[in-house]
Nanobody, 123 residues
Framework: VQLQACGGGLVQAGGSLRLSCAAS????????MGWFRQAPGKEREFVAA????????YYADSVKGRFTISRDNAKNTVYLQMNILKPVDTAVYYC?????????????????WGQGTQVTVSS
């Protein structure tokens, strides 16, 4: 499985970005997908996740109402729309695929990871 994340960049506080993660090598539509982030000097944290169909979504409290996760199984791609960005959202964002059962919120329950894309929000 290969996951390729893109869409990061530098944006001012209050702005928006849309991250994309393209998957290859496995039946994409069968598995849940998630986004995590890691800021400098901090541990990786859960951001959002979606079930295989997209019918169920999960969010960290810190991003609820601002971020939206979605997926297009025809394109083997998962998205993270990020609105009203804040400086505290600055981090490297990673997409991940969950093959086995487990917690949506724990990175240890995801099996494959992308390389990360940098998001920097200036104040």
């Amino acid at each position: 499985v290969q996951l390729q994340a893109c869409g990061g960049g530098l944006v001012q506080a209050g702005g928006s970005l849309r991250l994309s993660c393209a998957a290859s090598g496995r039946t994409f539509s069968t598995y849940g997908m998630g986004w995590f982030r890691q800021a400098p000097g901090k541990e990786r944290e859960f951001v959002a996740a979606t079930s295989w169909s997209g019918s169920s979504t999960y969010y960290a409290d810190s991003v609820k109402g601002r971020f939206t996760i979605s997926r297009d199984n025809a394109k083997n791609t998962v998205y993270l729309q990020m609105n009203i960005l804040k400086p505290v959202d600055t981090a490297v964002y990673y997409c991940a695929q969950r093959v086995s059962l487990g917690s949506w919120y724990s990175g240890t329950d995801y099996d494959y990871w992308g390389q990360g894309t940098q998001v920097t929000v200036s104040s």
